[in-house]
């Protein structure tokens, strides 16, 4: 548990933070202070939990929801937050999802589209536009999630997703250079095999088993293990001589 007022007086963007790691991240960022814009995901209907509600009230939490997936989604989300905040000092782009399990051989010209815009267009077209409120915040931090599969190209089916999540490492890493003359640190979580609904999604339980015995500390990962992460590379005070790094939270699945 960080400081409770370590954000205090900050503005946090948090994409994806509807569930999963992304939701952890904003109460996180939230139990210390910062007021933060939760972006919910594609707004489909469901339950929000009391601690977001109950920030939303106090007017620290400011929820939105936008398909980054179609062309528009991310600019619009844009022009929401800059509504909402006139300085950003910490953007976790975390939105993102493999989309399904896709042969390389039937992929779809669609399929390819969407996990592309999804998971690597939308990061570049929602830091871009956020950019001119980071470098008027001073020291500000964006903070990209990538993936364990960005290094080892993943399991099969996830080709295009796990590229993209190599791209945005890549990317993260040119921006860290190109933005430290604007006081602008760029970093990126790395996560492992995370129970989140993603897993839920597109892998068996007996594929999360066989995964559960090779990682050394005996476990899949939780959204608690990843959160802490996020919060630390996004503090000046803890990590403001880190840039351009991609911090592997992964239980020793890889070490290299
Ligand atoms: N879980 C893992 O093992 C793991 C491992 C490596 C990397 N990651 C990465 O970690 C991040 C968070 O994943 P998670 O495990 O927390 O998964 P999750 O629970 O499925 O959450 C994914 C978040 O991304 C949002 N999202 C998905 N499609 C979207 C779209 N078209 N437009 C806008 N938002 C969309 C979701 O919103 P909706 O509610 O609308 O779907 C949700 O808020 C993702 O970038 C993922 O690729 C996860």
């Known amino acids: 548990m960080f400081h409770p007022k370590l954000f205090e007086n900050r503005n946090v963007v948090v994409t994806g933070?509807?569930?999963?790691?992304?939701?952890?991240?904003?109460?996180?960022?939230?139990?210390?202070g910062a007021r933060v814009l939760v972006h919910l995901g594609r707004g489909a209907e469901r339950d929000l939990p009391d601690f977001l509600l109950t920030a939303e009230e106090d007017r620290r939490a400011f929820l939105v929801t936008a398909d980054f997936s179609t062309p528009g989604g991310t600019s619009g989300?844009?022009?929401?937050?800059?509504?909402t905040?006139?300085?950003?000092?910490?953007?976790?782009?975390?939105?993102?999802?493999?989309v399904g399990r896709f042969p390389a051989d039937a992929l779809t010209d669609a399929q390819y589209e969407t996990?592309?815009?999804?998971?690597?267009?939308s990061v570049v077209e929602v830091t871009?536009?956020?950019?001119?409120?980071?470098?008027?915040?001073?020291?500000?931090?964006?903070?990209?999630?990538?993936?364990i599969s960005a290094l080892t190209g993943g399991s099969p089916g996830s080709a295009v997703y796990s590229a993209s999540k190599a791209f945005v490492a890549t990317y993260s890493k040119a921006l860290a250079r190109e933005l430290a003359p604007n006081g602008i640190r760029v970093n990126c979580v790395s996560p492992g095999t995370i129970e989140t609904d993603f897993h839920q999604?597109?892998?068996?339980?007996?594929?999360?088993?066989?995964?559960?015995?090779?990682?050394?500390?005996?476990?899949?990962?939780?959204?608690?293990?990843?959160?802490?992460?996020?919060?630390?590379?996004?503090a000046p005070s803890l990590s403001g001589y880190i840039t351009g790094q991609v911090l592997e939270i992964n239980g020793g699945q890889l070490i290299c």
């Open 85 to 98: 905040f006139d300085r950003v000092h910490v953007l976790v782009n975390n939105a993102g999802t493999m």
């Open 128 to 147: 871009r536009a956020l950019l001119p409120a980071m470098r008027a915040a001073q020291e500000a931090a964006i903070v990209n999630t990538v993936s």
């Open 201 to 234: 999604r597109y892998s068996s339980p007996e594929k999360l088993e066989q995964t559960r015995k090779g990682i050394p500390l005996q476990r899949l990962g939780t959204s608690e293990d990843c959160a802490p992460a996020y919060l630390f590379l996004s």
């Open 17 to 32: 933070g509807g569930r999963g790691i992304g939701l952890e991240v904003a109460r996180q960022f939230l139990d210390c």
């Open 77 to 83: 989300f844009a022009e929401k937050v800059l509504a």
């Open 115 to 121: 996990i592309v815009r999804l998971n690597q267009t």
